[in-house]
C-alpha cells in the first residue's frame, strides 16, 4: 500500500524510532496481526555510542551515475545482488590508509 511509504525527501530523515515503527506495522499488515507502536523505551542498543557514532557518520549522497575504474585502484571484485522489485541501498569502501590491510 503507498500510504506507507516514505516521500523521497523525508527518507533521509527518517528516525530510527519511526523506521521500527513503519517496519512493524508493514509486517502486521502483511501477516494480518494488530500493530503496535513501540516507543524509545522499547528498545535498547547493547552500546549506546555506536548510535551516536552513526548518526555522526552518516553521509548521504543523492543518486547519481557513478562509475569505477579497476585500473587505477587494486580492490577486490565488485557486484550488485538483488531483484528489479527490492530498494538496493549501496555501500562503498575508501581506505585511508593501507597499514595492516590485506587483499580479500
Sequence with gaps: MNHLKIDKEE???ESFK?????VR????????????????EDYTFKEQCLRDSFEEQRI???PKDYSFNTDEVECGMW???????KE????????YDQENI???
Design 11 to 13: 527518507y533521509f530523515y
Design 79 to 85: 557486484h550488485v545482488e538483488g531483484m528489479e522489485n
Design 25 to 40: 506495522e508493514e509486517e502486521a499488515e502483511k501477516n494480518g496481526t494488530e500493530f503496535e507502536r513501540v516507543n524509545e
Design 18 to 22: 519511526d523506521y521500527i515503527n513503519r
Design 88 to 95: 538496493i541501498v549501496t555501500t562503498g569502501m575508501y581506505y
Design 60 to 62: 548521504i549522497t543523492p
Design 102 to 104: 590485506t587483499d580479500s
